[in-house]
């Protein structure tokens, strides 16, 4: 079965210090998401992708957060400067066109000191 | 926007007992509506769906229900067996294209006691 790659699984910065999470979609899907977990909370949605260029995103995806599509593989999520609320856990997400649902990868645990 | 809420919160059944989950949602043009299953340490992972065309599906022990017009969505998962504990997240988007965002409800643990 395809899968959703997510790297690193644990991530602990200090505040104020950039982080890029990366993730490897399934190779045939189009559209990549990210969603982030804070513990105990809903999964919320953070922004979606497509055609090389952000479709969506939520409130929580302020000036801080960009996302990119370097080489047709790899889909990363940027934060620039990060803070303690910034402190979850982030899923990449990935689907290819029609009836099929997302596919989510396992997730980084992004931990601010 | 969307806001999905998730009854109950935790949920406790005896092996081989049902369990049903229940949500409702709030934008009357959702018209997809996955259910998730996130054990510990893992991402969600998808394990059925229902569209707003029909009003039930089922797969194996699993089975969704769809009500358009009261805005709920329950699962139903029978003879319940202790790896069916878990979080279940239910969800809820338009997925019309790129702007297919899901929205989650809180989730409920559930937990099958052998």
């Known amino acids: 079965e395809p899968e959703v790659t997510q790297t690193p699984s644990h991530q602990v910065t200090q505040m104020g210090q950039e982080v890029i999470l990366r993730c490897v979609p399934i190779s045939n899907h189009l559209y990549f998401y990210w969603y982030r977990q804070i513990l105990g909370q809903k999964v919320e949605f953070l922004v979606s992708f497509y055609n090389n260029e952000i479709s969506e995103k939520s409130e929580i995806f302020d000036d801080q957060f960009s996302v990119e599509r370097p080489d047709g593989s790899n889909f990363t999520l940027k934060i620039r400067s990060t803070k303690l609320e910034d402190s979850a856990m982030y899923f990449c997400?990935?689907?290819?066109?029609?009836?099929?649902?997302?596919?989510f990868g396992s997730g980084t645990r992004l931990t601010v000191v | 926007g969307e806001n999905v809420e998730q009854h109950p919160s935790t949920l406790s059944v005896q092996e081989g007992d049902s369990a049903v989950i229940k949500c409702t949602y709030s934008d009357s043009a959702s018209n997809y509506f996955p259910w998730y299953k996130q054990e510990l340490g893992k991402g969600p992972q998808l394990i059925i769906d229902i569209r707003s065309n029909v009003g039930e599906k089922k797969d194996q022990r699993i089975a969704v229900t769809l009500n358009k017009t009261a805005k709920h969505f329950s699962l139903h998962i029978t003879e319940t067996q202790p790896e069916d504990s878990a979080v279940y997240f239910c969800?809820?988007?338009?997925?019309?294209?790129?702007?297919?965002?899901?929205?989650f409800g809180k989730g409920i643990t559930l937990s099958v006691r052998p």
């Open positions: 997400a990935s689907r290819t066109t029609g009836d099929r649902g997302y596919t």
């Open positions: 969800a809820a988007s338009r997925n019309t294209g790129a702007n297919s965002k899901l929205t």
